[in-house]
């Protein structure tokens, strides 16, 4: 008996890294603190939030590339207008995206056969986050 521990196949390997379902918790959390930081007016925060979901989009592209399609669409078509938003700190523009995300998101989870997974924005702003813009130094 070897003292080396078993190698892993790469099917039993990809089966342990997390699929969407267990990134959607976080994704959802930054989109909602990304909201919130752009109501405030922190533009800062709220494209951080968004890059940071953006980057668990595309890991969850890795991890579970038959979603590749939709998550790569739901992006280019969502997402990067939210960045657009974001860049010219128009929160109007902003909300109006938000909300078709939303709907698109949802639509996205009746097309994987989920249709009882409905996202909403939560009511109120994160209680972790002080999402005061702070002052450029």
């Known amino acids: ?25 976080e994704i959802g ?4 603190k ?5 109501e405030a007016g ?20 890795i991890t579970r590339p038959k979603y590749e399609s939709d998550v ?6 969502d997402i990067d207008p ?6 010219a700190e128009d929160f109007a523009a902003f ?3 938000f909300g078709e995300a939303v709907d698109a998101a949802n639509e996205f989870h009746r097309r994987w056969k989920k249709p009882w ?5 939560p009511s109120t702003p994160p209680p972790d986050l002080d999402l005061t813009p702070v002052a450029a130094e």
């Open 1 to 25: 008996m070897s003292d080396k521990p078993e190698r892993l196949e790469n099917d039993v390997l990809t089966s342990l890294q997390p699929g969407l379902a267990r990134l959607m918790p």
């Open 29 to 32: 959390a930054r989109m909602w």
């Open 34 to 38: 990304g909201y919130y930081a752009a």
């Open 42 to 61: 922190n533009w800062p925060l709220a494209r951080w939030q968004l890059k940071e979901m953006t980057k668990l989009f595309r890991l969850g592209n």
């Open 72 to 77: 790569d669409g739901y992006i280019h078509d």
């Open 82 to 87: 939210l960045m657009e938003a974001i860049a």
């Open 95 to 97: 909300k109006l995206h």
């Open 117 to 121: 997974i409905i996202w909403k924005l």
